[in-house]
């Protein structure tokens, strides 16, 4: 029978102990490795911020019946009375209302001896930084940048650190670098050849001055999350002839990305200029893409962006907008017009009726100088249409021709049986039939009777085509 594993558990439970200790002095030395606070200042620098008093002592014990005089230097030339300001004599000097040009040495002199000199450093206390990191293609480094509100004094120093999580070692140290255009700090990461994009690293930073110090908060980032390219170029819109619904868009890779070991696929987003949201195309692995549905006549805005192509990272900026409009068939509307149009578009699109220019007025005539421009429309015909008026118009015809043998006809017969031999005796019909039925038997309606041989039966066309 196995004995009770009783001691195992205290004994893991120390080993997890002091692991945690470990790692927590790992942690605090990589810390102290890290200081954030103010900038080293002299024992002589007092800080000052914009837009506050400060009060600059030349001796503790001010000298008896002697005059204190004061003096600042600016860029290594000693100018009595400062930035066009005078300065005040006596043991204490008060400066208000500070700006970042009060910064210097100022010193204090007894009948120009030399009692005592001091640096003012007017600074604001950096921001605390926002970090965000990106990384242009799998070749390139990385870059993390946060942006300022307000302009460093000129005194700040920002750095920033790396280091791979959860392992002991220290963290590689990175100096930024501020763009005043931009007006944000960037700092470069050099990535070491044959690293995993897929390990986490931590990244630290800290902005520093005289007036004090900023740490940001620690980002955790690996190299392949970072991936956001650049936006596509040369981003182009062009119709295609006799598509009047259709647009090619034309695109290129960016320069910071190497197609020819990693691909991209992107995004196209378009809408008329009259529409305020965007149709959106995902998952285009071409750099072109045909629009199927764009607007007839109407001229569209089109913008494209770029993700690497198994979705590492974040999309990159929109493109430049590029505009263009589809193909339009000249002849559906070629007209010139004059002061007013007397035309009027139909629901497809077209112009029809032409309206006599007299229907608008004297004014009209007038304005237009008595001349009247008469608009031309070409209207484009369906095959269809000559179809139908064609087989109309042989129909008509026929009919027409049998109308007229027809008649032709009837009127020789006719002829032939008014010239009958005088003295040819006349025969009584005489009727075969039943004798008629009684007056209460006879119906309402009689039958029709035949026609009358010189009569038109219309009713029947087989009457036109029969011989007889």
């Known amino acids: 029978m196995a004995r009770p594993p009783g001691p195992l558990l205290p004994l893991l439970l120390l080993l997890l102990l002091l692991l945690l200790l470990l790692l927590a002095a790992a942690a605090a030395a990589a810390a102290?490795?890290?200081?954030c606070g103010p900038a080293g200042l002299s024992r002589d620098t007092v800080p000052g911020r914009p837009g506050a008093n400060v009060t600059l002592t030349c001796q503790d014990k001010g000298p008896v019946n002697v005059t204190v005089s004061w003096q600042v230097e600016e860029r290594g030339a000693a100018v009595v009375g400062g930035r066009s300001r005078r300065l005040a004599e006596g043991n204490v000097l008060l400066l208000r209302r500070l700006r970042y040009e009060d910064s210097g040495r100022y010193s204090c002199y007894v009948g120009g001896r030399l009692l005592r000199s001091l640096r003012l450093l007017v600074e604001e206390p950096p921001e605390t930084p926002r970090v965000s990191c990106y990384r242009r293609s799998h070749d390139k480094d990385v870059l993390c940048e946060w942006?300022?509100?307000a302009k460093p004094s000129p005194g700040t120093r920002a750095m920033l650190w790396v280091k791979r999580r959860f392992v002991a070692e220290n963290a590689t140290e990175q100096q930024c670098r501020y763009f005043s255009k931009a007006r944000k700090f960037v700092c470069r990461v050099k990535v070491p050849p044959g690293a995993d994009d897929t390990k986490p690293l931590v990244v630290s930073t800290c902005v520093n001055n005289g007036a004090g110090g900023s740490a940001g908060e620690d980002r955790i980032i690996t190299l392949s999350s970072v991936l956001k390219p650049d936006p596509p170029l040369n981003v182009t819109v062009e119709a295609l002839e006799k598509a009047p619904q259709r647009l090619r868009?034309?695109?290129?890779?960016p320069s910071s990305w190497d197609p020819r070991f990693y691909w991209l696929r992107f995004q196209v987003r378009y809408r008329p200029e009259p529409a305020q949201t965007f149709t959106e195309v995902d998952q285009v692995t071409t750099t072109w893409?045909?629009?199927?549905d764009a607007w007839r006549g109407t001229q569209h805005v089109v913008q494209v962006r770029a993700q690497e192509e198994f979705g590492h990272g974040t999309w990159s900026e929109w493109s430049q907008e590029a505009v263009g409009t589809p193909w339009?068939?000249?002849r559906d509307l070629t007209f010139e017009?004059?002061?007013?149009?007397?035309?009027?578009p139909m629901e497809d699109g077209t112009y029809g009726v032409t309206l006599p220019p007299e229907l608008f007025g004297e004014d009209a005539a007038d304005g237009a100088g008595g001349d009247i421009v008469e608009a031309s429309t070409h209207s484009v015909a369906?095959?269809?249409?000559?179809?139908v008026a064609g087989g109309s118009l042989l129909l008509g015809i026929a009919l027409f021709v049998g109308i007229v043998v027809r008649y032709r006809q009837t009127w020789r017969m006719g002829g032939r049986r008014g010239a009958k031999p005088e003295g040819e005796g006349q025969h009584v019909l005489v009727p075969l039939g039943p004798p008629s039925p009684p007056l209460s038997e006879t119906p309402l309606l009689s039958p029709p009777s035949p026609p009358?041989?010189?009569a038109l039966h219309v009713t029947n066309l087989d009457y036109f085509f029969s011989g007889r």
């Open 328 to 330: 339009t068939d000249p």
């Open 452 to 454: 009358a041989p010189g």
């Open 147 to 149: 942006p300022l509100r």
């Open 382 to 387: 369906s095959p269809y249409a000559f179809l």
């Open 289 to 292: 893409l045909d629009i199927h």
């Open 32 to 35: 102290a490795g890290r200081p």
């Open 337 to 344: 017009m004059g002061p007013f149009s007397s035309q009027f």
């Open 249 to 253: 868009v034309n695109w290129s890779y």
